[in-house]
Nanobody
Framework: QVQLVESGGGSVQAGGSLRLSCAAS????????MGWFRQAPGKDREFVAA????????YYGDSVKGRFTLSRDNAKNTVYLQMTSLKPEDTAVYYC???????????????????WGQGTQVTVSS
């Protein structure tokens, strides 16, 4: 049984920073890529970032490139999303997800992710 638990969300002013964490339970965390998605009210789910199973490759959505950094600690079964220079348009519920296929490079399509966390709210005020 895989469980993903996000934490670190909250309210911040524009230009501020937050760090989201996603703690995974269950076996084989280290062989799966992990991703973050977000969804704002009335909008489609949007790809934010993903990291390969080894942590050697990261991928970012265009809207967060240069501002967000994704990392993972396989010894702690945790991924971290460091968000800086936050903008009001970053306001959304952020979800952590595990890629479906082991030892594979992640993709930006949410359909390729098999397990999801409950989400954590990020609110950025102007």
């Amino acid at each position: 049984q895989v469980q993903l638990v996000e934490s670190g969300g909250g309210s911040v002013q524009a230009g501020g920073s937050l760090r989201l964490s996603c703690a995974a339970s269950g076996v084989s965390f280290s062989i799966y890529a992990m991703g973050w998605f977000r969804q704002a009210p009335g909008k489609d789910r949007e790809f934010v970032a993903a990291i390969s199973w080894s942590g050697s490759n990261t991928y970012y959505g265009d809207s967060v490139k240069g501002r967000f950094t994704l990392s993972r600690d396989n010894a702690k079964n945790t991924v971290y999303l460091q968000m800086t220079s936050l903008k009001p348009e970053d306001t959304a519920v952020y979800y952590c997800a595990r890629f479906k296929y082991p030892y594979s490079q992640p993709q930006s399509d949410y359909a390729d992710y098999g397990y999801w966390g409950q989400g954590t709210q990020v609110t950025v005020s102007s």
